[in-house]
């Protein structure tokens, strides 16, 4: 009951210190009073404090953020450079927030070969390279970076019996997206590049489940022991071409 009691008495010197600092009156501004802060520690750059008097650094992409429409959020700074400070549409039910968004969503290359989400999070990376006396990084293209192909989720083996349908999935990442086959190899070494005029194996190529992914699917109906073997997927682009395995196995079972 008393740690109780004495969690409560801290929780209420938060709240009230927190209230305390928002509702502060700004006192008469003396630059030599403040604190020094410099632009390579502050990765989206710096900003005045709400008295508009000393500098610090500003609310970084997806940090909370002051608005004014939301009075509890004066104790946040505002946004960086390209960055505006926006209501958030999607906290239905939460308390309303607002937090800084990138004005330039657009993924593009950088001059250091790496696709990066948007301009800002080019720009912190660029920040962060100069820091550590490596070269700054510029927009190469405003689209991502090519790459060869990477298979991000590969085909997992498979046992089942005759008769039966068995899938097998395989995602793929690669700018331009790859093309992807399947490849069957029977325990004698002979194969088969899928999709073929067999109705009871057949593919599907879907885009995703994330930007320049696709997910390939193979299937095999009515399970039949010459089925057994090793099916590969063949992720390829104009940069490359990557495979990975699985095999099939097949038991005894209803056989059609």
């Known amino acids: 009951m008393v ?3 004495v969690l409560t008495v801290l929780v209420l010197a938060v709240i009230y210190s927190t209230v305390t600092a928002q509702n502060k009156p700004c006192e008469q501004c003396d630059p030599s009073k403040c604190p020094v802060t410099s632009d390579k520690e502050c ?3 710096l900003t005045l404090d709400r008295c508009g008097c000393c500098q610090v650094c500003a609310q970084r992409e997806s940090e909370l953020c002051n608005h004014p429409d939301i009075p509890s959020s004066k104790q946040y700074e505002a946004c960086g450079e390209n960055l505006q400070c926006r209501i958030r549409k999607d906290s239905r039910g939460a308390p309303r927030e607002a937090r800084c968004e990138c004005n330039d969503q657009i993924e593009m290359c950088g001059s250091d070969g790496k696709t990066y989400r948007n301009y800002c999070h080019l720009m912190e990376s660029s920040k962060l390279a100069k820091a550590e006396q490596k070269p700054i990084i510029k ?3 405003r689209k991502p970076c090519d790459s060869a192909p990477e ?3 590969p085909p997992a083996s498979v046992t089942n019996r005759t008769g039966s349908n068995v899938f097998l999935t395989c995602e793929a990442a690669g700018v331009p997206l790859p093309v992807v086959e399947w490849v069957y190899s029977s325990p004698a070494g002979k194969q088969t590049v899928y999709p073929t005029d067999d109705d009871r194996i057949s593919t599907l190529v879907r885009g995703g489940p ?3 992914v696709l997910t ?3 299937q095999i109906q009515s ?3 010459n089925d057994q073997g090793t099916y590969t997927c063949v992720a390829s682009n104009a940069l490359g071409k990557v495979e990975k395995s699985c095999t099939v196995s097949v038991e005894a079972g209803r056989e059609f």
């Open 3 to 5: 740690a109780l009691r």
């Open 139 to 141: 927009v190469f293209k």
């Open 216 to 218: 390939s699917w193979l």
């Open 43 to 45: 990765l989206a750059g």
């Open 210 to 212: 994330n930007a320049h």
């Open 223 to 225: 399970l039949q022991r």
């Open 151 to 153: 298979i991000t989720l």
